[in-house]
C-alpha cells in the first residue's frame, strides 16, 4: 500500500509563493498533484512520470513546477504568483497513467490533502 503524506500547504498573498511537499512510501511511474475548490470537481494540476517527462494544466504553466527527490521520498510542487483562484484543497498522488496525465482515474493512491489559500 502506497502512502502519501503531503505538506507545507498555508495562507499567503497574491503574488506570494509555496511550496508543497508529499512524502512517498513508494514512487510510481506517475506522480501529480491535484486540487479541488469548494464546489468544484478535482481537477490535475501537474504530473512527472518516472521518465522525467512533466504535464501542467494550462492555469498553472509558467508558475508552477514539479519535481521530486528519490533520494529524500519526496515529490514537490513549486507554487508562484499564486492567485486566489489557486485557492484549494491539494492532493498528492501516484498512479501508472497510461491515458492522460491529469486525469483523475490515472491515479491508484492519493493522499489526504493539504490546504492552500491566496487572499487578494
Known amino acids: 500500500q502506497v502512502q502519501l503524506v503531503e505538506s507545507g500547504g498555508g495562507s499567503v498573498q497574491a503574488g506570494g509563493s509555496l511550496r508543497l511537499s508529499c512524502a512517498v512510501s513508494?514512487?510510481?511511474?506517475?506522480m501529480g498533484w491535484f486540487r479541488q475548490a469548494p464546489g468544484k470537481e478535482r481537477e490535475g494540476v501537474a504530473s512527472?512520470?518516472?521518465?522525467?517527462?512533466?504535464t501542467y494544466a494550462d492555469s498553472v504553466k509558467g508558475r508552477f513546477t514539479i519535481s521530486k527527490d528519490s533520494a529524500k521520498n519526496t515529490l514537490y510542487l513549486l507554487m508562484n504568483s499564486l492567485q486566489p483562484e489557486d485557492t484549494a484543497m491539494y492532493y498528492c498522488?501516484?498512479?501508472?497513467?497510461?491515458?492522460?496525465?491529469?486525469?483523475?482515474?490515472?491515479?491508484?493512491?492519493w493522499g489526504q490533502g493539504t490546504q492552500v489559500t491566496v487572499s487578494s
Open positions: 512527472l512520470k518516472f521518465d522525467g517527462s512533466s
Open positions: 498522488a501516484a498512479g501508472v497513467c497510461l491515458g492522460w496525465p491529469l486525469a483523475e482515474g490515472e491515479y491508484n493512491y
Open positions: 513508494e514512487f510510481h511511474y506517475c
